[in-house]
């Protein structure tokens, strides 16, 4: 019903930048959250940064990552500035969604996108 589609993953020298897009289609009424979570191997998945009410960034990525929203479009944004390797993961867009002709809100992910900090 609501297909969320990452893009702008690669391969980044530490130190250098990534922007990653994350667009939601389908039966979509409206969108409450939308987040970035990360998963790197032999690790759970955390949360990155939320767009809801309110930002919320995790500390290890404050003041390098900013989160942002083009409701137009559906879209949520990560810029990611001044990356270092241990930011290396697979990234998931998340979002709470309420698909149209229902009065609740679900929560769908995408299929992530490979992010590398190397050199």
């Known amino acids: 019903q609501v297909q969320l589609v990452e893009s702008g993953g690669g391969l980044v020298q530490p130190g250098g930048s990534l922007r990653l897009s994350c667009a939601a289609s389908g039966k979509i009424f409206s969108i409450n959250a939308m987040n970035w979570y990360r998963q790197a191997p032999g690790k759970e998945r955390e949360l990155v940064a939320s767009?809801?009410?309110?930002?919320k960034y995790a500390d290890s990525v404050k003041g390098r990552f900013t989160i942002s929203r083009d409701n137009a479009k559906n879209t949520v944004y990560l810029q990611m500035n001044s990356l270092k390797p241990e930011d290396t993961a697979v990234y998931y867009c998340n979002a709470g969604v309420v698909v149209i002709g229902t009065a609740w809100v679900s929560n769908y992910w995408g299929q992530g996108t490979q992010v590398t900090v190397s050199s």
């Open positions: 767009s809801g009410g309110n930002t």
